[in-house]
């Protein structure tokens, strides 16, 4: 195991005493071990009962609509086999894609069907990850039909809604149809009376979906399930369920300190109704999960003792052991802002791996809770490595190796793949690329997605594991890892003294990366421009939000659009002094719908995880492009300015004095200082940013570098004459953050403290 030498020196540099983990030894917080009754069922049989009643309410009805076609016997075999994955591959989440070109097939001469164009649609999607392939296919199952049932159609609202989000519009009107399809769902005939727990949980999901915000859907909704005929304890679960989002709905999203007496008064009002009607409903079905489930929610709400939110979560798991919901809820009641402690939650992960129950999703849990404490302190690495839970991390990972065998493919894919992201994280590298071989090429998208959140990428993990085991060669295996006295400098003079006429490629580019980064802060202090050059492994960078980047050959970077909404490359050692950062950005834009806010890419100074400062070039929906400065909230930036794109544009980003300033092309494209925009840091991470890019679109990013700015290059730089605003459209939202400014300075610091650590870490003792 490892620690950063540089941990020490960020806390008396900062000024910050340690968090009380660094100081002490582990607090060893045991938690019972989670109940395993043998007559508990698994979310495998749940899925095999959605799926039976999917083949009797979707299909059977479709089938007599379908009688005499030519094609029906052909469209029920399909229908059947994209049931079958989406049940086998529940805990993947179902990728149909390896359907669609039979699914073209069918929709070219099935007409309107909507159960046909629904999961054509899903297929069309999956096959190239793009929306736009989908949305005329989804279209065709939402205009109706004899076989478009309440059920089906909130099943086509549900793709629909992450379609809008794709494509950046606001979607009132979806989220309504969407709660209205489930209300007409209760008692249309949608599900049969053997469906009861398919009916309970998709209307849960459905009304989470609708993310409604104001009571009367809710109540509307309540209304409609209260004097349906379905049996007591389906109703009793719905209406509390019902009760507890009312509550919230009532006391609103704001910081406690901002609810009134009458806001909390209606808080507490709901949430003892909701615990009345779901202690009701669990005391009548105790085999079901569902109301046990909710009450940990509610027993939240009204700050119980945890003894009671951990006897709830127990009745949950007894009745479903791996009941998804419950776990997700348990595990936030043991974070500190709910009376938690990090101590309590890598406890609650540690007797999820302890079940050693491999088939299902409950050892990773113990993967989950250390990514959500990440989340909190931002030190993955000694959150991994914790002493308290490293063994167990390594053995999830070996447990679902040696398990992955029995999954379905794509199933398989994803618990390899997490056993990869665990093994590293815990420092067991050859573990790491014995699962790298088996997840193969690429890994699991929800992997990658795991990796995003902490701010690593997929190269990087590749990368580190390759000189960590030796595929390198020993001389950059012993570099990677030096004993436990090592310096940066010894460090960068091992680095200098390797043969690069001996390394492969891929070792050549991780070396140079290495005596980069090192060198990094020497090179700035010169005053002179330092190359941000990108090379193979991308390991001088981290990755914050989805996206895909690569280097290419002679340095510059390439984002590969995936409709995500940002993508950031950061680079990994942060600054602290007046900066700034230019590069060049060119486009390969193809024909293809641009979402509604259009597309753009742009510049990061003083990034930390809760504040930036964003440079951003927008090409809007409507053609206009523009740019200009803000934090998170595109409001409360600088105006914006229209700008003329070129083939390659030449951005300019700096900051001097807390004053920010941008040019696009040799024209002042926005000046703000700090304080409008409510940044607090003066230190972070400069990088460069994308927003909403194109599936398939890609920008270009060459001779990225960053220097010192100072008074001399600010008396210049004020004779260029500012560009004139123009009134046009806001292009981005978010909040406004206030955090502290030592706190921010502190978590990027020791953001790159623990980043840094392939080439300065001491082993533990």
């Not at 997700?328 to 791996?353: E, I, N, Q, T």
């Not at 999703?361 to 308290?388: G, K």
């Not at 090429?441 to 190269?459: C, K």
């Not at 436990?484 to 003294?497: F, G, I, P, W, Y």
Request: proline letters at 5%; aromatic letters at 8%.
């Amino acid at each position: 195991m490892t620690r950063p030498l540089l941990l020490t020196t960020a806390f008396l540099v900062l000024g910050i005493a340690p968090h009380a983990s660094a100081q002490k030894a582990p607090r060893q917080v045991r938690l019972d071990p989670i109940p395993q009754l043998p007559a508990a069922f698994l979310e495998k049989d749940y899925q095999a009962q959605k799926r039976a009643w999917a083949e009797r309410s979707l299909l059977a009805p479709a089938q007599k609509q379908w009688q005499g076609k030519p094609w029906a016997e052909d469209a029920a075999t399909l229908v059947r086999e994209a049931f079958v994955m989406i049940e086998n591959e529940s805990a993947a989440g179902a990728d149909l894609g390896s359907l669609a070109p039979r699914f073209r097939k069918l929709l070219e001469v099935s007409e309107n069907d909507p159960l046909i164009a629904w999961l054509g649609a899903r297929a069309l999607k999956d096959e190239r990850s793009d929306w736009r392939d989908a949305q005329p296919t989804l279209d065709r199952a939402l205009k109706g039909g004899a076989t478009l049932s309440a059920a089906l159609e909130c099943y086509a609202m549900q793709m629909e809604l992450s379609q809008v989000d794709l494509q950046g519009r606001d979607c009132p009107e979806e989220q309504q149809r969407l709660v209205n399809a489930a209300i007409r769902a209760v008692s249309d005939g949608s599900y049969d009376a053997e469906a009861e727990a398919v009916f309970v949980r998709d209307q849960m999901h459905f009304m989470d979906l609708a993310a409604i915000s104001t009571p009367e859907p809710w109540l509307r909704w309540q209304e409609a399930v209260r004097n349906s005929q379905w049996p007591e304890w389906v109703k009793l679960t719905l209406e509390g369920v019902g009760e507890k989002e009312l509550a919230w709905v009532k006391r609103s999203s704001s910081w406690a300190s901002n609810v009134s007496q009458e806001q909390w008064e209606g808080f507490a009002e709901h949430l003892k109704k909701a615990r009345d009607l779901l202690a009701k409903a669990n005391r009548l079905r105790p085999d079901r999960p569902e109301a046990a489930a909710s009450m940990i929610t509610v027993a939240m709400g009204e700050s119980v003792d945890l003894t009671e939110i951990r006897d709830w979560f127990d009745r949950s798991v007894s009745a479903q052991f791996d009941y998804g919901p419950a776990y997700h809820s348990f595990a936030w009641a043991l974070r500190p802002r709910w009376g938690g402690s990090y101590d309590l939650m890598l406890a609650f992960g540690k007797v999820c791996g302890e079940t050693r129950r491999f088939e299902t999703m409950v050892p990773s849990r113990l993967m989950t809770v250390c990514i959500s404490i990440n989340e909190e302190v931002n030190n993955v690495r000694q959150v991994f490595r914790h002493p308290a839970i490293r063994e167990d991390v390594v053995a999830i990972a070996k447990g679902y190796l040696a398990a992955a065998a029995a999954a379905p493919p794509q199933t398989r894919h994803l618990r390899i793949s997490n056993a990869a992201l665990c093994a590293w994280l815990a420092d067991d590298d050859p573990l790491a690329a014995t699962c790298l071989k088996e997840a193969g090429a690429q890994l699991h998208p929800a992997t990658v997605r795991y990796l995003n959140e902490m701010l690593l990428h997929e190269s990087l993990m590749r990368a580190e594991i390759a000189a960590d085991t030796g595929a390198y060669g020993e001389a950059v295996r012993a570099a990677a890892n030096p004993p436990k006295e090592a310096t940066m400098e010894t460090v960068a003079e091992s680095l200098q003294k390797i043969d690069d006429k001996e390394l492969s490629p891929e070792a050549l580019a991780y070396v140079q990366e290495g005596r980069e980064l090192l060198s990094f802060k020497k090179s700035l202090a010169t005053g002179d421009w330092v190359p941000l050059i990108a090379r193979a492994g991308l390991t001088n960078f981290n990755q914050a939000g989805g996206g895909r980047w690569q280097a290419e050959p002679d340095g510059s970077l390439v984002a590969t659009g995936t409709d995500t909404k940002w993508s950031a490359l950061l680079w990994r050692m942060p600054v602290e002094e007046d900066v700034e950062v230019r590069a060049e950005v060119s486009y390969e834009i193809p024909k293809v719908e641009i979402a509604k806010n259009g597309y753009g890419v742009g510049a990061f100074l003083r990034w930390t995880p809760e504040g930036r400062a964003r440079f951003m070039t927008f090409h809007q929906y409507s053609g206009q492009e523009v740019a200009h400065i803000y934090q998170n909230d595109s409001k409360e930036g600088s105006p914006l300015v229209r700008v003329k794109f070129e083939p390659v544009n030449h951005l300019r980003a700096w900051v001097i004095d807390r004053k920010l300033n941008f040019e696009v092309n040799g024209r002042r494209a926005g000046q703000i200082t700090q304080d409008k925009i409510g940044l607090d840091s003066d230190a972070g991470q400069v990088g460069v940013v994308t927003f909403m890019l194109p599936a398939g679109a890609k920008a270009r990013i060459r001779n990225l570098a960053v220097r010192k700015v100072d008074a001399k290059i600010l008396a210049a730089e004020s004779k260029r004459a500012p560009a004139a605003a123009a009134p046009v459209a806001a292009v981005a939202g978010g909040s406004k953050s206030n955090i502290p400014w030592k706190i921010i300075i502190f978590a990027a610091v020791i953001i790159a403290a623990f980043l840094v650590h392939r080439f300065v870490k001491a082993k533990e003792a």
